[in-house]
T-cell receptor, first 112, second 111 residues
Framework: DSGVTQTPKHLITATGQRVTLRCSPR?????VYWYQQSLDQGLQFLIQ???????AKGNILERFSAQQFPDLHSELNLSSLELGDSALYFC???????????FGNGTRLTVT | DAKTTQPNSMESNEEEPVHLPCNHS???????IHWYRQLPSQGPEYVIH???SNVNNRMASLAIAEDRKSSTLILHRATLRDAAVYYC????????????FGTGTRLTIIP
């Protein structure tokens, strides 16, 4: 158990909808990272937050947004969903922005 | 971050050592070599990392070539639970700590 909690585990929704994925980092970790894993793209870095502030941005679509709250949990919002957004979404956390990263077990999103 | 090259897949017999290679010919002096693995239906987990010297921990050993252009992750006695995708990742010590994952090596353990 990495200590990183992601909810929900599974999510099935229709195209055009909006969903929110939630991540609770390990106790004491200030940094949160979001990754997308699809069959054809592998693990892609989306975005990183450190103590509530955006710190790094990867290949995150404009339809996607994230935030980290004062209690350090993070949410990834995906809107105007398309079939191609179906993927596993992983959250990871680290202590004060240092390695290693600790990953949750992901949210599997299916867009129909 | 500099690029790494790993075999797409490898097989090994249970209870035998496994050597997972990684080439990183463009590694810079401040790049650390990190290994993560992803078991089926789980998120990636940290295995080991190193800079120049060989490293050991309870999970594995990391052997780094003298010129640092390649490294090998060694599982001393593979079990069925070691079946996973293993990722070799370079990360600049002075860069952002986000990790860039490649395609990794899918390790199959034969009972």
């Amino acid at each position: 158990d990495s200590g990183v909690t992601q909810t929900p585990k599974h999510l099935i929704t229709a195209t055009g909808q909006r969903v929110t994925l939630r991540c609770s980092p390990r106790s004491g970790d200030l940094s949160v990272y979001w990754y997308q894993q699809s069959l054809d793209q592998g693990l892609q870095f989306l975005i990183q937050y450190y103590n509530g502030e955006e710190r790094a941005k990867g290949n995150i679509l404009e339809r996607f947004s994230a935030q980290q709250f004062p209690d350090l949990h993070s949410e990834l919002n995906l809107s105007s969903l398309e079939l191609g957004d179906s993927a596993l979404y992983f959250c990871a956390s680290s202590v004060a922005g240092r390695l290693p990263l600790h990953f949750g077990n992901g949210t599997r999103l299916t867009v129909t | 971050d500099a690029k790494t090259t790993q075999p797409n897949s490898m097989e090994s017999n249970e209870e035998e050592p496994v050597h997972l290679p990684c080439n990183h010919s463009t590694i810079s002096g401040t790049d650390y070599i990190h290994w993560y693995r992803q078991l089926p239906s789980q998120g990636p987990e940290y295995v080991i990392h190193g800079l120049t010297s060989n490293v050991n921990n309870r999970m594995a050993s990391l052997a780094i070539a003298e010129d640092r252009k390649s490294s090998t992750l060694i599982l001393h006695r593979a079990t069925l639970r070691d079946a996973a995708v293993y990722y070799c990742i370079l990360r600049d010590h002075f860069g952002n700590e986000k990790l860039t994952f490649g395609t990794g090596t899918r390790l199959t353990i034969i009972p």
